[in-house]
């Protein structure tokens, strides 16, 4: 099965720079209620950086820095003119982020370079000897040229203001050809040809990030490091803006969030990647996490990685005709020391703008742009401190609903097989078979489509017919019980629903053993089962070992006992309701196996409908939650295996 492989993805704020009317459009500083640097004019980014020069990107490559335990990508440059500085003829860039294998660290920070790319860099040089573009896409200004090679007008603008700067009484000849219209080029995010697709974080593929518990009705729980806070801010105001930030992006998508508390991480956020669905907010950069001191706060995730080979799905499943990878953890980092964010508003919004990167959206502009839109978006990468809050605009939320939209994508579950061998094959109900069963929120199973790939017939092969999935095994024989929990397989299939819009993640159905029947025809117990329990491999009536009998007088007959996992010789042990409380409902399982927990208000004339989300248990025990509802004066639960 293909590894989930976690990577991680960035997202930073910055507090307003821009480079200056040569190239973008001129802007004053975001307006913050405190002290607000004012945007930097290409004067200013000139004098900052170590060495400014016009190059082209000869080659990209990851590595994995060992000092860190993240990724960084080596970009070597072919420098063509050099504005500031000494820089080598050849000069390597390395910034944090990059893909490495299977796994890949998107850092909103660092600049995305590809082979080939023309850009003019505002470089800064690092102690240890290496280089890199301090402000990101803004210290690595892209220049497009048109199908002729002639310069577009921004890059026009941006070499002879720097010409300007640095010989203004010797102006350079620039082939440039004829002037364009459009001002300057925009990629459709609205970003300067960063890390994003569509306006999404995404990865060195191209491919963006979402969380799949809100196509399953659920809450992604939130914890909070509060060990130190920007001046002024109490517990109870910071708490109450991660609160306001959440409820903005859950009103405006299908996301819902939970608090689970305060806790200290006791490291930044963004190294804990355990894959638990938590999204972490510190406000703090106690640890230093955050490289510079102009640099409100970051946020992003933790995915998984994965394309399924030939049929192309996500593990995030399909919406808006995008796949997608699939977020496992979030994280947020708020720079507390700076005094922007002494204000509570302020902070709020920087709050809000972070947990946009988490839910899987890039800046919708890393420069100055006229678009209004895009300016006064919650992800426009300048803190706007105008008092807006929590508040979006029409842009985050058209995006955020590409991400998780209102009409979600249906959800299954992986799941595993045993296998029953025998000569001739079994042909017996339950056996070597499951249901294949999706849930959606607003659509009927019965309307979900069913699609499966990747096959492989190492031991026989898989039909489906309707949404029932057989397997016929092709051999004689017995193999060992690979681990359920693992990726371990004897064949295994891939399968994803449909709900005629979206899609969802795919899920794996693997054989996990396979046991020898020797009776003929085949009663779908094997031998070694039948002698674990009974003493001997055949099915004698004397002991009511046969298929159909009620050995220990549970109600259940042995067949039924093998495929849910019981045993037949203890009558306790008959997949029973073990215990019924307010809070929790608990039974009898075969672990790994597939249960629906189902509730009616009468028994005369019953509707069941599912009590909560199904449940996959790990042991002998299963259980859910929360099953307590107070608008209803009496409920009956009862719990069925999926077949």
């Not at 946020?299 to 399924?308: D, R």
């Not at 699609?451 to 017939?457: G, L, M, Q, R």
């Not at 397989?489 to 399968?495: C, E, K, L, Q, S």
Request: proline fraction near 7%.
């Amino acid at each position: 099965m293909a590894e989930e492989v976690p990577a991680l993805l960035f997202g930073g704020w910055k507090r307003a720079q821009s480079l200056g009317a040569f190239v973008f459009w001129l802007a004053g500083g975001a307006a913050a209620p405190a002290a607000c640097l004012p945007a930097l004019t290409l004067q200013d980014h000139l004098h900052s950086a170590d060495a400014v020069f016009h190059a082209t990107v000869l080659s990209v490559g990851a590595f994995s820095n060992p000092r860190d335990g993240l990724i960084h990508t080596r970009t070597v440059l072919q420098v063509l003119e050099v504005f500031k500085g000494r820089p080598p003829a050849r000069i390597p860039l390395v910034h944090r982020g990059g893909n490495l294998g299977t796994t890949g660290m998107s850092d909103d920070l660092s600049p995305v370079l590809r082979v080939g790319e023309e850009r003019v860099f505002f470089a800064s040089h690092r102690l240890d000897g290496t280089w890199f573009a301090a402000q990101g896409e803004v210290s690595a200004v892209r220049l497009r040229r048109d199908s002729g090679g002639r310069l577009q007008s921004e890059g026009e603008n941006l070499l002879r203001g720097l010409h300007a700067l640095i010989d203004p009484a010797n102006p350079p000849e620039i082939y440039t050809g004829p002037a364009t219209s459009q001002g300057f080029s925009l990629d459709p995010s609205g970003d300067s040809g960063g890390p994003s697709t569509n306006g999404l974080l995404s990865d060195a593929f191209g491919v963006p990030a979402r969380y799949v518990a809100p196509d399953r009705g659920e809450a992604i729980p939130y914890l909070v490091d509060a060990d130190f806070l920007p001046a002024g801010i109490g517990l109870a105001q910071a708490l109450g803006a991660v609160s306001n930030a959440c409820a903005a992006w859950a009103a405006a998508s299908s996301c819902r969030f939970v608090f689970g508390g305060v806790q200290s991480f006791g490291t930044n956020a963004a190294s804990i990647s355990n894959a638990d669905g938590t999204l972490r907010i510190q406000l703090h950069d106690h640890y230093n996490f955050i490289p510079s001191g102009d640099i409100l706060g970051e946020g992003g995730s933790w995915y998984s990685v994965g394309f399924l080979p030939n049929a192309g799905w996500g593990p995030g499943g399909k919406v808006s005709g995008m796949e997608f990878n699939q977020g496992l953890n979030g994280f947020v980092v708020i720079k507390h020391t700076n005094s922007v964010l002494q204000n509570l508003a302020t902070l709020t919004e920087v709050i809000t703008h972070e947990v946009g990167h988490v839910l899987g959206l890039a800046h919708s502009s890393d420069l100055v742009t006229p678009n209004s839109v895009l300016t006064n978006s919650i992800m426009f990468y300048q803190v706007h401190g105008d008092g807006r809050a929590a508040g979006l605009n029409s842009y985050d939320t058209n995006l955020v609903r590409q991400v998780h939209p209102l009409n979600t994508p249906p959800y299954s579950y992986n799941r595993v097989m045993d296998l029953t061998d025998a000569s001739p094959q079994p042909n017996v109900p339950g056996i070597n078979q499951l249901e294949l069963r999706g849930y959606d929120l607003q659509s009927p199973a019965s309307a979900l489509a069913l699609s499966t790939a990747n096959a492989t017939a190492n031991y026989g092969a898989f039909t489906l017919a309707g949404s029932t999935l057989k397997f016929t095994p092709n051999l004689q024989g017995n193999g060992p019980r690979t681990d359920p929990a693992g990726t371990g397989y004897y064949d295994r299939i891939y399968a994803r629903l449909s709900d005629g819009t979206n899609s969802s993640p795919y899920l794996s159905v693997r054989t996990v053993s396979l046991s020898h029947d020797s009776d003929s025809p085949s009663d779908g117990l094997p031998d070694a089962w039948m002698s674990a329990v009974f003493g001997h491999s055949g099915p004698q009536a004397s002991d009511k070992s046969r298929a159909g009998d009620d050995a220990d007088g549970d109600g259940l007959g042995n067949l039924q006992e093998y495929i849910g996992g019981m045993n037949p010789s203890d009558k306790g042990f008959a997949q029973r309701i073990t215990l019924v409380q307010p809070n929790i409902l608990q039974w009898q399982a075969k672990a790994y196996e597939l249960y629906e927990v189902q509730t009616a208000t009468n028994l005369s004339e019953p509707v069941w409908v599912l009590a909560g989300n199904p449940v996959i248990p790990t042991t002998s025990t299963g259980s859910l939650s929360n099953i307590y509802d107070p608008a209803l004066p009496r409920r009956y639960f009862r719990v069925v295996k999926v077949p």
